[in-house]
């Protein structure tokens, strides 16, 4: 399934990036019969709404329509790990109406007695039960078939060790300590993440009369559950609805900046080494090709993406993150991790900075790739190692949400 992506090509260091080249197109210049852009007005009226039909159109398929989510079951949960640190609970939330509904499972842990703290929504790996300390039984398993390695607790000392400390889910009570409310769910619940079982599902969520090419894809879906875990629990008075955060790791990390670039409810944004159809180019010579994704994972996009155009990709993904302008965007990188190809997605961001500028915005400051400055709106990190989550990863999350979403004193 992997085998491309561990080849020693993908793993090789990855040096600064040289940007001799503008990035093609123009992210403020001429789009189609719109004009060129210079307010954020503009930006935000005219040529947002285009951009938005355009990566449905081409590259992630229809968005589901929108759903008000309803909340099937809350229940508390014990997990002996945290102690009494934090309260955690499990949330059911269906997300269409039949009577077998496609639904799933959220974790919502938060800091004991708090009202109004800034919360981390987190798409994970392996499923809830992995992501939580103990593997404990009352968390629910994933309702899709996941990864063997996800099965079983005596795999995760060896994912730890390849995959970083937090492959399988956040450093909870880090999150917690810090003023963070947390909540995790397993996107694959909905859409499993498999290419013969996902079409099914997709085709319940693709709307109406959309054509063959632009059918919904599990990664605009897996953005779109962001948006309802959103919907689900933010009348809850411990989370302050104004600040919450997406997160995401590679697969997961594509799906968070569409979150972001669809919803602007999301206060920031933290997408890590999310690679292409993320923040890397399409139009890119590094890392993995267009061609080795698509076939790969043809549930992930439309169809559509997979016929580029020989002229090129008429978007690509620094619009999309000029569309997360001006809120907060994390984009992590590992110097070893070449697959996802950091040196486009630090030029995407540099180009997208445009965006952040229009807002009057700080946009992204840091020249180089290793410079990293989490106060910036558009920050970009590339810490040493491969792909995975590890320890420095967290470090600089939490740097990067204090920068922007600050808990209050605890
Ligand atoms: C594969 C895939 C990447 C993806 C990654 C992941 O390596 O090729 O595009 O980001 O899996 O989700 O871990």
Redesign the pocket.
């Known amino acids: 399934m992997?085998a491309?992506?561990c080849t020693p090509a993908?793993f090789r260091r990855v040096g600064e990036a040289v940007a001799d080249t503008p990035v093609q197109p123009d992210v403020l210049g001429p789009f189609n019969s719109d004009a060129p852009i210079d307010t954020a007005q503009a930006w935000s009226e005219r040529r947002a709404p285009l951009l938005r039909e355009a990566f449905q159109e081409r590259v992630y398929g229809r968005m589901p329509a929108a759903y008000a989510p309803r909340i099937l079951e809350r229940k508390p949960l014990e997990i002996r790990a945290l102690g009494d640190a934090a309260i955690a609970e499990q949330w059911t939330i269906a997300v269409t109406d039949d009577p077998d509904p496609l639904k799933f499972n959220l974790v919502l842990v938060t800091p004991p007695n708090t009202v109004a703290a800034p919360l981390i929504i987190a798409e994970v790996?392996c499923g809830n039960r992995a992501a939580t300390p103990g593997r404990p039984a009352a968390v629910a398993e994933p309702l899709t078939p996941v990864m063997y390695p996800c099965r079983h607790g005596w795999t995760d000392p060896i994912a730890e060790a390849v995959l970083g400390r937090y492959i399988n889910g956040a450093p909870i009570l880090d999150v917690i300590g810090r003023g963070y409310a947390l909540a995790y769910f397993y996107p694959g619940d909905v859409v499993a993440d498999d290419a013969e079982l996902a079409p099914a599902a997709l085709a319940r969520l693709t709307p109406p009369d959309t054509p063959e090419d632009q059918r919904t894809g599990a990664i605009a879906v897996w953005a779109w559950l962001f948006s309802r875990a959103i919907d689900a629990v933010q009348a809850d008075p411990r989370i302050d609805a104004a600040r919450i955060a997406v997160w995401g790791?590679?697969?997961?990390?594509?799906a968070a900046i569409v979150a972001g670039a669809f919803d602007e409810r999301i206060a920031a944004i933290i997408a890590h080494?999310?690679?292409?159809?993320?923040a890397s180019l399409a139009n890119s010579e590094e890392g993995?090709t267009l061609e080795?994704?698509t076939s790969?994972?043809p549930h992930?996009f439309a169809p559509a993406f997979a016929h580029l155009p020989a002229a090129g990709y008429p978007i690509d993904q620094h619009a999309l993150l000029g569309l997360i302008a001006p809120r907060p965007v994390l984009l992590g990188n590992g110097d070893h991790d070449a697959?996802?190809d950091p040196h486009s997605a630090f030029r995407a961001a540099q180009a997208a900075s445009r965006v952040y500028a229009l807002f009057g915005d700080r946009g992204m400051t840091q020249s180089a790739m290793r410079t990293e400055s989490v106060e910036d709106d558009l920050s970009f990190f590339l810490r040493p190692g491969r792909?995975g989550v590890t320890t420095e990863d967290w470090r600089l999350f939490l740097q990067f949400l204090d920068a922007h979403l600050k808990p209050d004193e605890i």
């Open positions: 992997f491309s992506a993908a790996f790791h590679s697969r997961h990390g594509k080494q999310s690679g292409r159809g993320g993995e080795q994704i790969e994972y992930w697959w996802s792909h």
